[in-house]
């Protein structure tokens, strides 16, 4: 029998039995015969230092952290990537031989990739994006459209005040609009995204009028619960091209599986396919 240890790593959430990381990781690791296990973990905010200081010990290479973890945990690691600083939240954990943690975010690389993906004719010199929302997952794809090239991007957000936030903080490429006006600035967009949660399954609707879409723009929604949210059907209708936001999720686990079980993975449609059954 061989002693070397099988990697551990999962997901840490609150909740988290929602999660489709564990079926994606899961797939992974048996499509590769990959010795190793991902799990869910359900771990309050007071328990959760407690956790991860512990989880090395247990074989444990790394964790995937969502809400309402991924700015906290900022405070808890070691080391932090500059990516991740500049987004303001983590991701992706890495635990070293020694224990310590190292974090990162790769939202944004999700972000792009499946961006690139769904609409492989668009660029960033295209024209401006407007992007709804101004929440951690609105950080992370602002981060990677400029890192991308984009000139401009303007944010229309309920509360005007944290979309000002980013401008002091992402710089001049970035435009506020105001919320009531989204729906006009839609038409002069070139790339239309929703980081919001409106529109998910279970929760408001994204009251934003939607018929300044036109054909030659891309549309994306970070929502992947409906597959097909609403602004993407008006934008399908109208002769958009559709980015769904399943690819997002499918792509940001990719540097952490690499890290923890020494494999890149492949995204395909077989692998939506499975995420999706």
Same mark, same amino acid.
């Given at each position: 029998?061989?002693?070397?240890?099988?990697?551990?790593?999962?997901?840490?959430?609150?909740?988290?039995?929602?999660?489709?990381?564990?079926?994606?990781?899961?797939?992974?690791?048996?499509?590769?015969?990959?010795?190793?296990?991902?799990?869910?973990?359900?771990?309050?905010?007071?328990?959760?230092?407690?956790?991860?200081?512990?989880?090395?010990?247990?074989?444990?290479?790394?964790?995937?952290?969502?809400?309402?973890?991924?700015?906290?945990?900022?405070?808890?690691?070691?080391?932090?990537?500059?990516?991740?600083?500049?987004?303001?939240?983590?991701?992706?954990?890495?635990?070293?031989?020694?224990?310590?943690?190292? %974090?990162?975010? #790769?939202?944004?690389? /999700?972000?792009?990739?499946? =961006?690139? +993906?769904?609409? !492989? $004719?668009?660029?960033?010199?295209?024209?401006?994006?407007?992007?709804?929302?101004?929440?951690?997952?609105?950080?992370?794809?602002?981060?990677?459209?400029?890192?991308?090239?984009?000139?401009?991007?303007?944010?229309?957000?309920?509360?005007?005040?944290?979309?000002?936030?980013?401008?002091?903080?992402?710089?001049?490429?970035?435009?506020?609009?105001?919320?009531?006006?989204?729906?006009?600035?839609?038409?002069?967009?070139?790339?239309?995204?929703?980081?919001?949660?409106?529109?998910?399954?279970?929760?408001?609707?994204?009251?934003?009028?939607?018929?300044?879409?036109?054909?030659?723009?891309?549309?994306?929604?970070?929502?992947?619960?409906?597959?097909?949210?609403?602004?993407?059907?008006?934008?399908?209708? %109208?002769?958009? #091209?559709?980015?769904? /936001?399943?690819?997002?999720? =499918?792509? +940001?686990?990719? !540097? $952490?599986?690499?890290?923890?079980?020494?494999?890149?993975?492949?995204?395909?449609?077989?692998?939506?396919?499975?995420?999706?059954?």
């Amino acid at each position: 029998m061989s002693n070397a240890k099988i990697p551990l790593a999962g997901v840490i959430g609150h909740p988290v039995a929602h999660s489709l990381s564990p079926r994606l990781h899961g797939y992974w690791l048996r499509r590769f015969g990959l010795p190793g296990h991902y799990i869910p973990m359900d771990v309050a905010p007071a328990d959760l230092e407690t956790i991860l200081r512990t989880l090395p010990k247990a074989g444990f290479v790394g964790v995937n952290i969502t809400v309402p973890h991924k700015e906290t945990v900022m405070k808890i690691a070691d080391l932090i990537t500059d990516r991740a600083i500049l987004i303001g939240a983590a991701n992706t954990l890495v635990f070293g031989e020694n224990g310590k943690i190292r %974090a990162d975010n #790769t939202d944004g690389f /999700g972000f792009i990739e499946n =961006l690139r +993906q769904g609409a !492989p $004719g668009w660029r960033p010199a295209d024209g401006p994006g407007l992007m709804l929302g101004a929440g951690g997952a609105a950080r992370a794809v602002i981060s990677s459209l400029l890192d991308a090239g984009m000139r401009e991007i303007q944010i229309a957000n309920r509360t005007r005040a944290r979309a000002e936030r980013l401008v002091s903080e992402f710089g001049p490429r970035i435009k506020v609009v105001d919320w009531v006006q989204a729906g006009n600035a839609i038409e002069d967009a070139a790339l239309v995204i929703n980081t919001t949660s409106l529109g998910m399954t279970g929760k408001p609707d994204l009251r934003v009028p939607f018929d300044g879409f036109h054909r030659g723009q891309v549309v994306t929604d970070l929502v992947y619960s409906p597959l097909r949210t609403p602004m993407l059907m008006a934008a399908e209708a %109208a002769g958009c #091209t559709t980015v769904d /936001g399943l690819g997002m999720l =499918l792509y +940001q686990a990719v !540097p $952490g599986f690499e890290r923890w079980f020494g494999r890149r993975p492949e995204v395909d449609d077989q692998t939506r396919r499975h995420v999706l059954a």
